[in-house]
């Protein structure tokens, strides 16, 4: 019981931290491009140094210091990755058509159920300008979908695995996930709601790397399920 108190604990420390440095490089990315007024096309660069800074730099480097400190002392492999197959790339694609339709499906019943979501910080700032949105398809890819797997899907879900088992791991490891989005991507009286899907869509994902044992699954997956949504949310917008 102490041990699983100890675990659970320690993920949660590695993600607060995470999260805590990453809002605060955020912020000084923010100030660092507001000083060099004018600066060309500044909303577009301020996403691309966040994603990169941010979702990339700071969710790997918190992810790499806790494996070394792991392996000095002692502790055997936690992230699960492997030089990709084919049979790993088909279940690439087909976990993205699993994931959007997890997705598509709590959209869907959010919408029959009359429920407000949360607006999405980066679609409120796409207004000023729609490039914004093929920006953020490509950072979604490199930066976004590679840090925020390696960090939550290999180090905090792998954690809780080697307490709790794959399916607990899945659902904690959801939850490490979720709650963070709260305060990065959305606002709004609805805000609960959208945190509700990013759930959902974590359990799936979770699901994945648990079922293929490879990080570069959830990863690829990810990275086009937001691309997917960003494709949707531009249409959309017109």
Known sequence: MRNNVTVLATTLAIASLAVTLAMGVAEAVDTAVAAFDPLSEPILVDHVLDKMLVNFGVFTGVSLGYLQYRRSRGAGPLVRFR????????????????????????????????????????????ESDPRLYVVAAVTSILFVAPGEEILFRGVVQGRLREVFGPIAAVVLGGVVFAVPHLVAAYTGPGAVVSIGIVFGISLALGALYEYTGTLFVPIVAHGFYNVAILAIVALSAG
């Open 83 to 126: 030089r990709p197959t084919w049979t790993d790339a088909r279940f690439a694609i087909m976990g993205f058509f699993v994931v959007l339709g997890v997705g598509a499906v709590l959209h869907q019943t959010v919408a029959a159920l009359d429920i407000s979501t949360g607006e999405n910080t980066l679609t409120a700032a796409a």
